[in-house]
């Protein structure tokens, strides 16, 4: 396979096509090694327009969801960010690029290690992968720039939004399958957000997080 054909396919077929068009983040997809941080069982899917297989039945985002997501929370050098969701990596590497400091949080040990192997391995220094359940966050280190939440919850909860700056920036994915939808919640003033829905997509669910009541009256 002729890594860098597949990876310019990827952001010029895939990317691009789903409204990524920041130059900045064609750029970082273009030289940061997505194939580093995909499982060698399924290093063939590394570039192609779908979710890569995780251990423990947890999986990567699709490239395309990746690249808006970052896109769209337009990560500053000064800012500190909180990932919930380390997975294996991939997405705190993205952000540390653009960030000062990466927090991330995985609650799956092996998931933890290999994020961690992973980004070592890519000599990123600045995101720091910590053995926690996400679905917290991380209220000592609060409040933080961005937070972004790499898989599917039925709500954000508030615990979440209480720990961003006032202008601090919230992503995640929202819903029940096969009805779900990325935002973006901005923190405007103490309790006030502003809340911008940004695409249909359909993610995995985040260990931790409350499911709503399947029985109504």
Known sequence: MNLEQARFNMIEQQIRPWEVLDQSVLSLLAVVRREDFVPPA?????????EVPLPEGQCMLAPKVEARLLQDLHVGRHEHVLEVG????????LLAHRAQRVTTLESR??????ARANLQRAGIASAEVIDADGSAGRPAEAPFDVI?????????????????????RLAAIEGQEPVMRAVLVTKVADRQYKRVELFDTVA?????????????F
């Not at 040990?109 to 290999?114: G, I, N």
């Not at 995995?204 to 109504?216: A, K, M, N, T, Y």
């Open 148 to 168: 972004l939440l790499s898989g599917s919850v039925a709500a954000v909860p508030q615990s979440l939004l209480d720990q961003l700056k006032i202008g601090g």
């Open 86 to 93: 380390a997975g294996s990596g991939f997405m705190a590497a």
């Open 204 to 216: 995995p669910r985040l260990d931790g997080f409350g499911e709503p009541s399947r029985f109504s």
């Open 42 to 50: 399924y290093r063939a899917l590394a570039f192609v327009d779908t």
């Open 109 to 114: 040990p092996v998931l933890a290690a290999m």
